[in-house]
């Protein structure tokens, strides 16, 4: 069998990194990562999801929902990497 190129073949195993991250992060991590998958690099979203996991864990866990919702009981106060939601304290 011929082998990948090095990138080919060094992209491909990040990608399979990025998935096996992506399974611990909440489900709509999924749909965000799909889609940035066309403007970002692999690299860039393994950060992204480091980032998420640290958030993620420092905190109850998220809250996504309109500004002043009350959608459970969870902590926390992120903003950046998912412009457009709001995550937010409910307590």
Known sequence: ??????????????TIKLRELIKTLPPFAKEFFRAIDSTTQVRTRIAYAYDLRVFQNGT???????????YGNRSGRIYGIFKGLHFGRTT
């Open 1 to 14: 069998m011929k082998s990948l190129p090095y990138y080919d073949d060094l992209t491909a195993r990040q």
């Open 60 to 70: 109850d866990g998220f809250h996504i929902g309109p500004s002043g919702s009350d």
